[in-house]
């Protein structure tokens, strides 16, 4: 088993290059941490002899990761399963493929050895999308032709929705986002409470060993918050956080998870794409790592990390 401060697990189902990238910032950054690597099942084989170059662990057997659907928890419990019963870390943190470090990797990690939390967040207790975990959802048949209906009856139909919604508690329809099926959502008796309110959050956070047990430990001993959170609206925005703000004993920040994200809107499905637009703000936002890039549209942001990186580790 290996032993090291501080272990990082990387999900992600494309852009070879640019995790390579990530991947080499990694280890350049931090020589003796353990990297595990969860590859999408259904994105195609993995760059294996390039990631075994720089000693990162392709977690196996990998999980098919769907968009908003209980995959993505079940792939993080079992990647988080796979390096604590390989790696004998004080913390780990979970990045995106499309992550990148911000600051020195040993800074990053001496703020977190030193700081006597067991989980860096970003969560809210009260929050506009409580309908995706307090429903049972199931998908609604897809219409190929969709496309073909004009706009204004889509308009129509999309309005009726919104009304049904509103008007009663019993029925919900969404429209998924990134061409995933609509679904139905029934009312549904909910493992929530006064002792166990709901929160919602960011998937990417940084946990202790210690709080690394607990959630592994909450996901094998309480089934019944499995199997709701299975069948709600993008589990793995409330899940995680969820069980970790509820967690006696635990030291949990619920306002940083320490990554800087930019989002277009409040109601937005995906982040803002970085670029060198943004690196001013990067630069003296202070977090640890920023997300997400696209070396396609953009690589000399990550050029310009590079270089910040440099010069900030010689100054320290």
């Not at 995959?71 to 943190?93: E, G, P, Q």
């Not at 499905?269 to 003296?284: C, E, I, N, Q, S």
Request: charged share 20%.
């Amino acid at each position: 088993m290996t032993t090291c401060d501080v272990a990082y697990i990387v999900l992600t189902n494309h852009k070879s290059g640019q995790l390579l990238r990530l991947t080499r910032a990694l280890r350049s950054g931090s020589p003796r941490a353990a990297i595990f690597m969860h590859w999408d099942a259904k994105a195609g084989a993995p760059p294996g002899p390039e990631l075994a170059e720089l000693d990162v662990m392709l977690i196996e057997p990998r999980v098919p990761v769907y968009w908003g659907d209980d995959s993505m928890v079940r792939a993080m419990l079992h990647s988080l399963t796979y390096a604590r019963n390989r790696a004998d870390f004080r913390y780990i943190a979970i990045l995106s493929g499309q992550d990148y470090p911000l600051r020195p990797l040993a800074a990053i990690e001496r703020d977190l050895l030193g700081g006597g939390v067991d989980a860096f967040m970003e969560a809210d207790r009260d929050h506009e999308y409580s309908h995706r975990y307090l429903y049972r959802y199931w998908r609604l048949p897809r219409c190929p032709y969709t496309y073909r209906v004009p706009a204004p009856i889509r308009h129509t139909i999309n309005g009726l929705r919104k009304g049904l919604n509103r008007l009663q508690p019993f029925l919900r329809i969404e429209m998924s986002p990134c061409k995933q099926p609509s679904r139905l959502g029934i009312r549904w008796p909910v493992p929530f409470g006064p002792r166990f309110p709901c929160y919602f959050g960011s998937d990417w956070f940084t946990l202790s060993r210690r709080a690394t047990d607990y959630l592994l430990s909450f996901a094998a001993q309480r089934p019944n918050v499995m199997k709701h959170y299975a069948h709600t609206l993008i589990p793995s925005e409330s899940f995680f956080a969820t069980v970790l703000a509820n967690a006696d004993g635990l030291s949990v920040v619920l306002d940083d998870n320490r990554r800087f994200i930019l989002w277009p809107n409040d109601h937005a499905a995906h982040p803002v794409t970085l670029t060198m637009a943004h690196f001013d703000a990067m630069a003296t936002s202070g977090k640890g790592f920023c997300r997400k890039f696209d070396m396609d549209q953009d690589s000399a942001v990550l050029d310009a990390l590079d270089r910040h990186l440099s010069s900030t580790s010689l100054a320290t």
